[in-house]
């Protein structure tokens, strides 16, 4: 599916706001991760996220069609884990349509996402991708850029005339990689001889599934505060990823990255300390069917040492990704 920048613009969402173009409150992997939270946060609840994006529940079921089933699911499906392998594939994909200016699945040689994720160094059973791209004439924060990225992939994804492949549901995949670049397009030169320029959010998503099984333990580590979690609420107006995430209370100002986890594993007696990272993400490779231990302990700000404990999830591997998230109160 090729699809030129130039022509694309008029079906392209334009946002104007009163800020200048410049990223302040995410940088372009703080707005990656954030796309990827939100993606697993709808595949572990995916009719809580048709409800919350307003999506209509019989026109989700025929795009999913045979795989309507998801819906149903109590526990929603594994959480998929970031791959930096095909997280370079994505970014090198969105430099290339940045560099050259298209915007397409396949290159302008003929290679498609198959074969440039193969060519980044993975060995997949499965792959799959998904683009889109915002623009804008002046300053669009990024978190809002992310949300309306996602609700934009969710919308296309589920909508059963557009015929666009399930990657956010899919049941195969396992891992993903994000690219999220803010940038101008040059669009060349008016009548006048002006240059037309574009300011833009790019974003490419590499989803697969390796040759060889691993095992994630995924989670989120975030500030309750005073309050207790949220349970879905549907008044939220027009503020969609809010009312995706306020069933446990996680958004992108409560995440926290000051906290160090140790993970014991019980049946092969070994640990080792996980440091987490973009909005309080951590992600552990885990045997399966294995008990294990994650103790979560306070860093320290000064040394960055590990300080006191604060919370124990004792549970077992299987043979699926899994999320634990932490809520600190």
């Not at 048709?50 to 529940?57: E, L, Q, R, S």
């Not at 999913?64 to 095909?86: C, K, V």
């Not at 989670?219 to 446990?248: R, S, V």
Request: with cysteine; net charge negative.
């Amino acid at each position: 599916m090729k699809r030129k920048i130039i022509k694309s613009i008029i079906t392209i969402e334009i946002v104007i706001s009163l800020f200048a173009f410049k990223c302040m409150a995410f940088n372009d992997l703080e707005a990656g991760a954030y796309l990827w939270k939100l993606i697993n946060e709808a595949r572990s609840r995916p009719i809580e996220a048709i409800k919350a994006y307003g999506i209509d529940y019989e026109s989700a079921k025929r795009a999913l069609g045979d795989d309507a089933w998801i819906l149903e699911l109590e526990n929603g499906l594994p959480p998929l884990a970031w791959n930096r392998t095909l997280e370079d594939s994505s970014t090198a994909h969105n430099g290339d349509m940045i560099n050259r200016q298209y915007y397409s699945y396949t290159s302008p040689e003929g290679l498609s996402f198959h074969d440039r994720i193969i060519n980044s160094g993975y060995t997949p059973l499965l792959t799959g991708e998904s683009l889109s791209i915002l623009s804008f004439y002046l300053y669009v924060d990024p978190v809002k850029a992310v949300e309306g990225i996602f609700e934009n992939m969710l919308r296309d994804e589920l909508n059963p005339d557009l015929g666009y492949a399930k990657n956010i549901f899919s049941k195969d995949f396992t891992e993903i990689g994000v690219s999220f670049i803010s940038t101008i397009f040059s669009l060349g030169k008016d009548s006048a001889g002006n240059d037309l320029t574009l300011n833009a959010y790019l974003v490419t998503a590499d989803f697969a599934k390796p040759v060889e099984t691993k095992i994630y333990i995924i989670g989120n580590i975030y500030n309750i505060g005073d309050n207790q979690p949220l349970q879905m609420e549907w008044n939220l107006e027009n503020d969609y990823a809010a009312k995706l995430l306020n069933y446990k209370g996680w958004s992108p100002d409560k995440a926290n990255n000051n906290f160090i986890l140790w993970v014991h594993n019980f049946t092969q007696d070994w640990s080792i300390e996980i440091l987490n990272g973009h909005l309080g993400t951590y992600q552990i490779e885990m045997p399966p069917n294995t008990f294990y231990s994650i103790d979560l302990y306070n860093k320290n700000p000064d040394s960055g040492t590990q300080g006191d404990f604060l919370k124990r999830i004792i549970n077992i591997g299987l043979n699926v990704n899994k999320m634990v998230d932490f809520g600190i109160n």
